[in-house]
């Protein structure tokens, strides 16, 4: 069973771009997060979809960052216009059941985001 | 407000030595705890995590980790390190009413020499 990707691995943006970052789940799994790590500081929650709609997205950090999530798949992040201290790692992670905080979530590699 | 702390941002043991990682969490409701390791280029791999069953909790690769509600603590042990555990170790908490967002401590990178 293949596990959760995240493409592209790296993506280095100049200030003012717009760029796109594509997380897909675990096949059959309805919960979806998004986490960041930006350089030496500790992973940070952005949000998360319960199949196509936004259960909480309290971590999002302001309007120049838009997640979806069509169909209940596969989800984007869109970040636009980018700024320097958008850089970071881009995390997605997928569970099953999301009912309880016990559930295991499953993590992707990250997406590697320079702005320069 | 809920958080956790990890003391020691790298720790270095000799292949073979016990391996001790800390974490420490600050909560007013009781948390679930986890422990996430990440190798290079790869994703974050859940080691273990307690649900409020056993204070003890083992998980793979050898590793186990005690949940001390007097000490707030859930630290991570390995009674002998090994070359392949060289990684970054991240610990992070869910807590009820929460949602099931985790809140991540800094991460401890592991280093293990010969």
């Known amino acids: 069973e293949a596990g959760v990707t995240q493409f592209p691995s790296h993506s280095v943006i100049e200030k003012g771009q717009t760029v796109t970052l594509r997380c897909d789940p675990i096949?059959?799994?309805?919960?979806l997060y998004w986490y960041r790590r930006v350089m030496g500081k500790e992973i940070k929650f952005l949000l998360h979809?319960?199949?196509?709609?936004?259960?909480?997205e309290s971590g999002m950090p302001n309007n120049r960052f838009l997640a979806e999530r069509t169909g209940g798949t596969y989800s984007t992040l869109k970040v636009q216009p980018a700024e320097l201290e958008d850089s970071g790692v881009y995390f997605c992670?997928?569970?099953?059941?999301?009912?309880?905080?016990?559930?295991?979530?499953?993590f992707g590699p990250g997406t590697r985001l320079t702005v320069l | 407000a809920q958080s956790v702390t990890q003391l020691g941002s790298h720790v270095s043991v000799s292949e073979g030595a016990l391996v001790l990682l800390r974490c420490n969490y600050s909560?007013?409701?009781?948390?679930?705890l986890f422990w996430y390791v990440q190798y290079p280029n790869q994703g974050l791999q859940l080691l273990l995590k307690?649900?409020?069953?056993?204070?003890l909790v083992k998980g793979i690769n050898g590793f186990e980790a005690e949940f001390k509600k007097s000490e707030t603590s859930f630290h991570l042990t390995k009674p002998s390190a090994h070359m392949s555990d060289a990684a970054e170790y991240f610990c992070?908490?869910?807590?009820?009413?929460?949602?099931?967002?985790?809140?991540f401590g800094t991460g401890t990178q592991l280093k293990v020499e010969l």
């Open positions: 992670a997928s569970s099953q059941d999301g009912v309880w905080n016990t559930d295991t979530q499953y």
């Open positions: 992070a908490v869910s807590f009820t009413g929460g949602g099931n967002k985790l809140t």
């Open positions: 096949s059959g799994h309805d919960n």
């Open positions: 909560s007013s409701v009781p948390p679930y």
């Open positions: 307690y649900t409020s069953a056993a204070t």
């Open positions: 979809f319960v199949k196509e709609s936004k259960q909480d």
